[in-house]
């Protein structure tokens, strides 16, 4: 039986992870409110807001798996969002810069027809190698922080900053497949 698959997100790397698998998904973004409860922990954060966000655009569906997704990167135990501008990304690369950070990607996919879902997370521990307030600058300057969490794009640019992982890359991305591929054999689908 074929089924639609929808995600949830306009994150092109998304849309780029799920190409790749072979699958051919339609796009639509969710419109959720983020705000969460400040007690959640990080692991929580993401699960909850993957389903929002697959739930909302499951309400609009039939016979569809959506797929929402949620990142966030911690450092000391606070949370680093996309940056507000070039001097919010440049106080983060400058805290991140030379340490470990965690980052956590929540999945959810939800049958549209009858509400079942599954929602599951991964933790990455990420190593930043020491960067001079040059570099962070000549990296801000290209616009690459500016829409992710943290600041810094793992696929991208920011990879030359990274000396190491400790989990999963594609959860640093935003989508982890390993995650992703286990969770749609549960709704019986397989990208090959």
Do not use: W
Not at 28 to 50: C, F, G, M, T
Not at 93 to 111: F, M, P, T
């Amino acid at each position: 039986m074929h089924r639609t698959i929808v995600l949830a997100s306009s994150s092109p790397r998304r849309q780029e992870i799920i190409r790749n698998l072979g699958l051919e998904a339609l796009v639509i973004p969710s419109r959720v409110d983020e705000a969460v409860e400040p007690e959640l922990a990080p692991a929580q954060i993401v699960e909850e807001l993957a389903l929002r966000k697959a739930n909302s655009v499951a309400e609009e569906q039939t016979d569809s798996i959506v797929i929402g997704s949620d990142t966030i990167v911690v450092l000391d135990g606070n949370i680093l969002g996309k940056p507000r501008d070039e001097a919010d990304a440049f106080h983060m690369l400058q805290r991140l810069q030379g340490r470990a950070h965690e980052v956590y990607s929540g999945i959810a996919c939800v049958d549209s027809s009858n509400k079942q879902y599954s929602v599951r997370h991964c933790r990455t521990v990420v190593h930043m190698k020491p960067l001079s307030e040059q570099q962070i600058k000549r990296y801000i300057a290209t616009g690459e922080p500016m829409d992710k969490a943290g600041s810094y794009g793992i696929q991208g640019k920011g990879a030359v900053f990274i000396e190491r992982l400790d989990g999963d890359f594609f959860s640093v991305m935003g989508l982890p497949v390993h995650l992703l591929y286990e969770m749609l054999l549960e709704f019986g689908i397989s990208p090959f």
